[in-house]
């Protein structure tokens, strides 16, 4: 499986983005899909994730404001944040747990300007 992530960019404080994560391969590769970052200094940390039978789970700062779902059909992830904060900037990866194994995509920077 491979994972192509996208949608990152420079947004205002309180404004949205949404994140896309395209997956190769079968449509069950996006039966799990978690979204993590990495703020600048800090550790790669979970954000959302979404398990076969569609429950949805997030952390505590962004629950509320972010939306985790997913696309059978385009085998492709999603990750729409709103009212976004200063503090959300960082890297975001995607993953996908298939078959036993994680697999990672390459990361897309979101930057949240004050």
């Known amino acids: 499986v491979q994972l192509q992530a996208s949608g990152g960019g420079l947004v205002q404080a309180g404004g949205s983005l949404e994140l896309s994560c395209a997956a190769s391969?079968?449509?069950?590769?996006?039966?799990?899909i978690a979204w993590h970052r990495q703020r600048p200094g800090q550790e790669r940390e979970w954000v959302a994730r979404?398990?076969?039978?569609?429950?949805?789970q997030y952390a505590d700062s962004v629950k509320g404001r972010f939306t985790i779902s997913r696309n059978y059909a385009q085998r492709t992830g999603y990750l729409e944040m709103s009212s976004l904060r200063p503090e959300d900037t960082a890297v975001y990866y995607c993953?996908?747990?298939?078959?036993?194994?994680?697999?990672w995509g390459q990361g897309t920077q979101v930057t949240v300007s004050s």
């Open positions: 979404i398990v076969p039978g569609g429950t949805t």
């Open positions: 993953k996908a747990f298939y078959r036993g194994s994680e697999y």
């Open positions: 391969g079968s449509t069950s590769s996006v039966n799990y």
